[in-house]
């Protein structure tokens, strides 16, 4: 299987505090994207990292790559009670153009 | 409005009835793919379509068939449901090449008994 891993697969915080989630993949990538869940629902595309960039931000989330380690990290910073859901990585492979998503982190807030 | 639409949302079947779940997106997108997601395993892709007429197996074909004779459809077919087929279902497309994201279906949610 290309799917790739995510840890921890589910993590609890309180509301203000930061959540950092890891992925880890297998093959060299184009890039590697980060997507959220709510509850059963569809898949809802956040942000996009390409693999020649080694971090990148957008509002409260900041992601990191890592193409010597494949690896990557999702940090949410001053998280909030509606960041409750699931946080998957997806890698675009080099070649397959093709993605995989990785396992999933399950992030709750408390309020 | 930009979306993926599947049908149906909950279904519930008998064993060895065939049936078939719709895809379609409204973006002219080449790509299209369908994921089952099951609890612990994430998402695991079933098949996937580069183009019209072209499409490939993913991790877990088995048990699936699908067809792309139309740009904008991508129908999930099982012939023979079994219970192991019970799942959360869903539709994916995007652009083709390397720095596009995926849009998602609300998902299907499929129970086999």
């Known amino acids: 299987s290309q799917q790739g891993e995510e840890d921890p697969q589910a993590l609890s915080i309180q509301e203000g505090e930061n959540a950092t989630m890891n992925c880890s993949y297998k093959?060299?990538?184009?890039?590697l994207q980060w997507y959220r869940q709510n509850s059963g629902r569809g898949l809802v595309h956040l942000i996009l990292?390409?693999?020649?960039?080694r971090e990148k931000h957008s509002g409260r989330l900041r992601v990191t790559l890592d193409t010597s380690k494949k690896s990557s990290s999702l940090l949410i910073t001053a998280s909030r009670a509606a960041d409750t859901a699931s946080y998957f990585c997806?890698?675009?492979?080099?070649?397959?153009?093709?993605?995989?998503f990785g396992t999933g982190t399950r992030l709750t807030v408390i309020p | 409005e930009a979306q993926v639409t599947q049908n149906p949302r909950y279904l519930i079947t008998v064993t060895g009835k065939k049936l078939t779940v719709t895809c379609s997106q409204n973006?002219?997108?080449?790509?299209m793919s369908w994921y089952r997601q099951d609890p612990g395993l994430g998402l695991r892709q079933i098949y996937y379509?580069?183009?019209?007429?072209?499409?490939d197996k993913g991790d877990v074909p088995e048990g699936y068939k699908v067809s792309r004779k139309e740009k904008r459809n991508f129908p999930l077919i099982l012939e023979s449901p079994s219970p192991n087929q019970t799942s959360l279902y869903f539709c994916?497309?995007?652009?083709?090449?390397?720095?596009?994201?995926?849009?998602f279906g609300q998902g299907t949610r499929l129970t086999v008994v």
């Open positions: 994916a497309s995007k652009e083709q090449g390397a720095r596009t994201e995926a849009f």
């Open positions: 093959t060299s990538i184009n890039n």
């Open positions: 990292i390409r693999s020649n960039e």
């Open positions: 997806a890698t675009d492979e080099t070649g397959a153009n093709n993605l995989f």
């Open positions: 973006m002219n997108h080449e790509y």
């Open positions: 379509s580069m183009n019209v007429e072209v499409t």
